[in-house]
């Protein structure tokens, strides 16, 4: 595997054969952020080197801030799969790949270490910085494939990475007794509901019935934005944060 200059002047290089060209674009305006779901950090990464596992991602965090470049940003790296965000499809074309060393629900979802989450905002930043990627556009897998991705995970450190100009949040709206759709519920209300998850990015169908997949889309919602409770129902907690949200976002002002 050919060696290349890092685009992050902090990273280690180490090379990933899986990539190709960016498609119908050259400037990245995304990135997604992902943990590495292995409880092995080193056997994660290897998994991301190798040629049969054709995945890959730009940069894995390790737990003790290492931070390394497995693929160059203008190339296209293999880390989103099938994944929607605000009409686009092809979500690794338009990213940045950072892949958190994390061994995820399955090995019971420890915490981030602070040291590693200091290197993923300065990461994210320069990132930012050099690619112009509006802080909204900072994103976790789950929120581009809800149902098939659970990842960073409710335990990721959002409002710490907003605090230093990463990403969208607001305080979740406290939660309360109150009227909730679920599953199975139908109505203009729930039209509504899906309108304001489809405004936000979120590849939600327009219907007036909360499918298994709307269902999907809110527990995606909720895991990124309103992490004390990841059910798939959208109480009055998850809809209040979800307006907010609406509503500091520049383009719905």
């Given at each position: 595997?050919?060696?290349?200059?890092?685009?992050?002047?902090?990273?280690?290089?180490?090379?990933?054969?899986?990539?190709?060209?960016?498609?119908?674009?050259?400037?990245?305006?995304?990135?997604?952020?992902?943990?590495?779901?292995m409880e092995s950090e080193d056997g994660a990464i290897d998994w991301l080197r190798r040629p049969e596992s054709e995945v890959s991602s730009h940069y894995v965090v390790r737990e003790n801030g290492e931070v390394l470049q497995l693929v160059p940003e203008s190339r296209r790296a293999w880390h989103a799969g099938k994944s929607f965000w605000?009409?686009?499809?092809?979500?690794?074309?338009?990213?940045?790949?950072?892949?958190?060393?994390?061994?995820?629900?399955?090995f019971g979802l420890p915490d981030f270490p602070d040291r590693q989450i200091d290197a993923v905002i300065d990461l994210c930043r320069d990132c930012m910085r050099r690619?112009?990627?509006?802080?909204?556009?900072?994103l976790g897998h789950s929120d581009v494939a809800p149902v098939r991705?659970?990842?960073?995970?409710?335990?990721?450190?959002?409002?710490?990475?907003?605090?230093?100009?990463?990403?969208?949040?607001?305080?979740?709206?406290?939660?309360?007794?109150g009227r909730?759709?679920?599953?199975?519920d139908s109505g203009p209300?729930?039209?509504?509901?899906?309108?304001?998850?489809?405004?936000?990015?979120?590849?939600?169908?327009?219907?007036?019935?909360?499918?298994?997949?709307?269902?999907?889309d809110v527990e995606a919602f909720q895991r990124h934005f309103r992490p004390d409770r990841v059910d798939g129902i959208a109480d009055a907690s998850t809809i209040e944060t979800l307006h907010r949200l609406l509503t500091a976002l520049e383009r719905f002002a």
């Open positions: 595997m050919n060696r290349f200059p890092p685009d992050y002047h902090k990273a280690h290089v180490l090379p990933s054969p899986n990539h190709g060209e960016r498609v119908g674009l050259i400037a990245p305006d995304m990135i997604i952020l992902h943990y590495t779901g605000a009409g686009k499809t092809d979500i690794n074309s338009h990213s940045i790949g950072i892949e958190i060393a994390n061994p995820g629900h399955t690619w112009q990627i509006r802080p909204e556009r900072v991705k659970v990842d960073p995970g409710e335990k990721f450190p959002w409002a710490r990475l907003h605090a230093a100009g990463i990403g969208h949040w607001v305080e979740p709206s406290p939660i309360s007794s909730f759709f679920q599953q199975g209300p729930v039209e509504a509901l899906q309108t304001m998850l489809s405004l936000y990015g979120y590849r939600t169908e327009i219907t007036g019935i909360f499918s298994e997949s709307m269902k999907g």
